[in-house]
């Protein structure tokens, strides 16, 4: 494995920092693909005391990197990695650089008021959606290794301690580059740009050219990114601006959610009371976001090629999605009429609250003419609302002369049949909280191959079931 860590040779970026080893570490779950994918070959043991904090291999050198950001929308001027360590770079068999994140490892100067530490339920909760969202397509930090304590740490309520392993071409984020030009550093924004170019995008010039073509790229994959979110009906929840990832990956999960029932103005997150990073709102701050970041990077980019690059934001989003939103409804070709098709739908699914993701999947199975099939009636509390839907989607159909049996192949390819509802996820920790990780190692196995019919598992690929709306995802992690 080749391993270093040029990040923390920028000293100005960030503090060196030992990991607290964690007291009682127990191995919970080990990426072995993900490993093998980076080239890395470890024993159990060593992954346990890495994780863990009890272990540095050779050339790692942990540092805490500084950030700032927006946080729903009031500036915090110094953040940065309060209780995780960039613990090195990996050179991947491909050629590519991947961080070794360490999240849960201890107090660093970016604590602030925090213990530097992280839980099992909130670490689970990551490593679960990281991976769902993985294999459902959708660019995303990575889950390698988690460990478990008996470490009591305090929330709400006591839990058990956890700590993290994650992975990812890069943790910078909007807010490192914030940081530096709100704390009048503007000398170090080149710098951090050119370790960006030096390591993900050696392409790029490190010149005003390259910079502008760099934020455009940031530009467009964040606008892919949230088209993916939308499609998935997937909420991040706490969208500011230090965990929005440079290279258009989601990054930090909180307290995210997938849509149950569709709802538009559905809030994840129950601390967010306005509603700042509600579903519909996600495409809205994903510009405003980036609007933050070509302000910090705008001493170093014509301020024209920064409108121009945000000028292509709504249109790439819109593209992605609607070709997304085509894919799943199971169509070859737009035509003129389908937007109204597509957003009648939507009105129908609102007002009669019909699971977003079962929706999809259940359409697949409908025949050009005939009852509906019975587990895609299941999901219609009303069906009779929906008879004229029904007769325009079926003419819609026929105009394609495609093949049922194809259309459904299509369509569930792109329309999962298991998706990380809160409820399952929740059932995993609380039994993992019991020492138990074999209802995580099913749900990761099922989300593994989220589109494949699994029929052992039928009841993971139902709708939520009615106690689960009360479930109220704690934000403290
Ligand atoms: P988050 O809301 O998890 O994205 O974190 C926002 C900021 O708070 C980041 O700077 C984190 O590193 C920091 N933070 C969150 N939880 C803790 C904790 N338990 N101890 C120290 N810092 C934390
Ligand atoms: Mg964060």
Redesign the pocket.
């Known amino acids: 494995m080749i391993l270093d860590n040029r990040y923390a040779g920028l000293e100005w970026a960030g503090a060196r920092v030992e990991p607290d080893p964690l007291d009682t570490p127990r191995l919970l779950l080990i990426n072995y693909d993900l490993a093998e994918s980076l080239g890395i070959s470890l024993k159990d043991h060593q992954w346990l005391e890495i994780t863990s904090g009890h272990r540095l291999l050779p050339d790692m050198i942990p540092f805490a990197q500084v950030?700032a950001?927006h946080?729903f929308g009031g500036f915090?001027p110094r953040?940065?990695?309060?209780?995780?360590l960039l613990l090195g770079e990996v050179v991947t068999p491909g050629g590519e650089r991947w961080d070794l994140h360490l999240k849960?490892a201890g107090?660093?100067p970016?604590?602030?008021?925090?213990?530097?530490?992280?839980v099992l339920r909130s670490s689970l909760r990551e490593y679960l959606a990281s991976e769902a969202l993985h294999y459902l397509g959708i660019p995303t930090t990575r889950a390698l290794c988690l460990v478990g304590s008996d470490e009591p740490?305090y929330r709400e309520q006591v839990e058990a301690g956890a700590a993290l392993l994650r992975a990812a071409p890069s943790h910078l984020r909007f807010g490192h580059f914030e940081y530096f030009y709100y704390s009048s550093q503007p000398e170090r924004i080149p710098e951090l740009l050119n370790y960006l170019i030096d390591t993900q995008w050696p392409d790029l010039d490190k010149s005003l050219q390259g910079y502008a073509e760099l934020f455009e790229r940031v530009v467009l994959r964040t606008a892919e990114l949230i088209a993916h979110w939308q499609a998935a009906g997937f909420c991040h929840g706490?969208m500011?601006t230090?965990?929005m990832s440079m290279l258009g990956l989601t990054l930090?999960y909180?307290p995210y959610g997938f849509l149950d029932a569709y709802d538009p103005g559905h809030i994840c997150n129950h601390s967010d009371h306005a509603g700042r990073y509600a579903y519909d709102q996600q495409p809205a701050v994903g510009l405003w976001n980036l609007q933050r970041l070509a302000q910090a990077l705008s001493g170093h980019i014509e301020l024209e090629a920064l409108q121009q690059s945000l000028g292509q934001y709504e249109h790439r989003l819109l593209t992605a999605y609607s070709e997304r939103m085509r894919q799943k409804l199971g169509l070859e070709q737009w035509q003129d009429e389908d937007p109204a098709l597509f957003r009648d739908m939507f009105t129908l699914m609102a007002k009669h609250q019909v699971d977003y993701n079962c929706w999809f999947r259940r359409l697949s199975r409908l025949e050009p003419e005939g009852e509906l099939p019975q587990r895609l009636a299941a999901l219609l509390s009303e069906p009779d609302a929906w008879s004229d839907w029904f007769v325009r989607y079926r003419a819609r159909l026929a105009l394609e002369n495609r093949p049922q049996a194809e259309r459904r192949a299509a369509m569930e390819a792109v329309n999962p049949k298991y998706v990380l509802r809160n409820h399952l996820a929740q059932r995993a920790i609380e039994r993992a909280e019991q020492g138990d990780m074999a209802e995580a190692d099913t749900l990761l196995q099922l989300l593994a191959n989220p589109f494949d019919d699994q029929p052992d598992f039928d009841a993971y690929a139902e709708p939520a079931p009615e106690w689960a709306a009360s479930l109220c995802i704690s934000?403290?992690?």
Do not use: P
């Open positions: 950030y950001g946080q915090s953040l940065g990695d309060g209780r995780a849960g107090k660093t970016y604590s602030r008021f925090g213990d530097g530490r992280a740490v706490v500011n230090d965990n930090d909180g934000c403290s992690s």
